[in-house]
């Protein structure tokens, strides 16, 4: 069989993926994050490339830091990313009550309220700490989950992962024509609608302040919740020295003057900033080597931040 280099990467990580999920059924969590970790201290430096754009980009997001802080955050992030496999393939077979005993809510009411209004509600996230325990953990609570994705590039995988996400109730949409229609329908039928919105993607965005530099970002959690008139809210699952993880949940105050674009775009500024929080608490636990800043915005371009806490008397603006 011909075999292009691309088609022998896919059909490798496809097989190595079964494998996995077939041992995860009989392994404990524990056995399974300190698998992933050994395979991340193992495979990841047979990509050299991925790893100096991460080292660029912890250098562009902590110029304070000095090398060795940064050469750490590094090491932990490989080892994260690992333990994060791990952690996928536990979920694939774990039980709802196993889930929640390893998870601890904070603000979880900000989520429920939210939803009791009948109005459906938009949960904005990004790829920090683990994100598909953060969907399948309130799967597990009861919440009902509406979750965009891109297609990944293996139907297979594509479908193992629709699978995993709907374990509880949940369901994926797929970014595409028709996405849009059925994200803004799922929180008229008053579900919970998350959506990533930290990587640089080919989408309806603006550039907003991100670590103190312009980057594109969608805009479409901002438009979808100020179209819908539904609240919107920050929720990050992250791992904690003891093993189990916080899901912490935050309402952001959306900017809404009836201006759709700027208020999308102030609003996603402040979602944002939400984002760059939990990284700076959390620095090992994020993607770095995405190209974040890929894009710039060409001269006199507006990019949109939250700024300080004016004082009292002072008015409040974005610029």
Not at 283 to 307: C, D, F, I, T, Y
Request: proline share 7%; charged share 20%.
């Amino acid at each position: 069989m011909d075999w292009s280099a691309r088609a022998l990467r896919h059909e490798l990580g496809y097989q190595a993926m079964k494998v996995l999920l077939a041992g995860a059924r009989v392994v404990p969590l524990p056995t399974l994050r300190a698998f992933g970790a050994a395979a991340a201290r193992l495979l990841i430096p047979l990509f050299p490339s991925e790893i100096a754009k991460a080292r660029a980009h912890l250098v562009l997001a902590f110029p304070e830091r000095d090398e060795r802080w940064r050469e750490e955050t590094l090491a932990a992030c490989r080892r994260h990313l690992g333990v994060l496999v791990g952690e996928v393939a536990w979920l694939w077979s774990a039980r709802p009550a196993q889930v929640l005993e390893r998870t601890q809510f904070v603000g979880f009411e900000h989520l429920t309220s939210a939803l009791a209004a009948g109005t459906g509600v938009v949960l904005a996230t990004g790829h920090v700490g683990n994100w598909e325990w953060l969907n399948l953990s309130l799967g597990a609570a009861g919440i009902p989950i509406s979750a965009a994705a891109r297609e990944i590039y293996d139907p297979r995988l594509d479908q193992v992962s629709q699978r995993l996400r709907g374990r509880f109730g949940g369901e994926t949409v797929l970014r595409g024509e028709n996405a849009g229609k059925r994200l803004l329908q799922a929180l008229y039928d008053g579900r919970c609608v998350g959506l990533l919105i930290d990587q640089d993607i080919d989408a309806p965005g603006a550039f907003v302040e991100f670590f103190g530099h312009p980057a594109w970002t969608p805009t479409g959690a901002a438009f979808m919740a100020l179209r819908a008139g539904s609240p919107a809210i920050t929720a990050f699952a992250v791992r904690l020295p003891n093993g189990s993880m916080r899901v912490t949940v935050k309402p952001v105050a959306l900017t809404s003057t009836g201006d759709t674009v700027p208020d999308s775009a102030a609003s996603t500024a402040a979602i944002t900033a939400e984002i760059e929080q939990a990284i700076r608490t959390q620095p090992a636990q994020w993607v770095w080597m995405h190209h974040r800043w890929r894009r710039q915005p060409a001269a006199g371009e507006k990019v949109w931040s939250v700024p300080p806490v004016p004082p009292a008397d002072a008015g409040a603006s974005l610029r």
